[in-house]
């Protein structure tokens, strides 16, 4: 029923910035926790940040702690990932994801995934 897709993506030189959106389908977005992840070439998909429903709390993988700001607007039923200072190990494929859990990010606790958006980082 619900569905996640991404944009944004692009290539981006190494220190420059990116912001990658999330538009959900469905009138239930703002009952969902929303999350960030990536999956890189030959790598497993990895936790990056994530949201409460209301914004009210965030968490951080430690690779993107003080790079990395997710946001979200309800309104738009959109969740937003601020990427700056951005490292060429940041390339991957970035996925959005919703669940009703908090602090459980892993791939089988997630409700709802997006098919995903590129991004890479030049050297």
């Known amino acids: 029923q619900a569905q996640l897709v991404e944009s944004g993506g692009g290539l981006v030189q190494a220190g420059e910035s990116l912001r990658l959106s999330c538009a959900a389908s469905g009138r239930t977005f703002s009952s969902y926790n929303m999350g960030w992840f990536r999956q890189a070439p030959g790598k497993e998909r990895e936790f990056v940040t994530g949201i409460s429903w209301n914004g009210g709390s965030t968490d951080y993988a430690d690779s993107a702690k003080g790079r990395f700001t997710i946001s979200r607007d309800n309104a738009k039923n959109t969740v937003y990932l601020q990427m700056n200072s951005l490292k060429p190990e940041d390339t991957a494929v970035y996925y959005c994801?919703?669940?009703?859990?908090?602090?459980?990010?892993?791939?089988?606790?997630?409700?709802?995934w997006g098919k995903g958006t590129l991004v890479t980082v030049s050297s």
């Open positions: 994801a919703a669940t009703t859990s908090w602090g459980r990010w892993y791939y089988n606790y997630m409700a709802y």
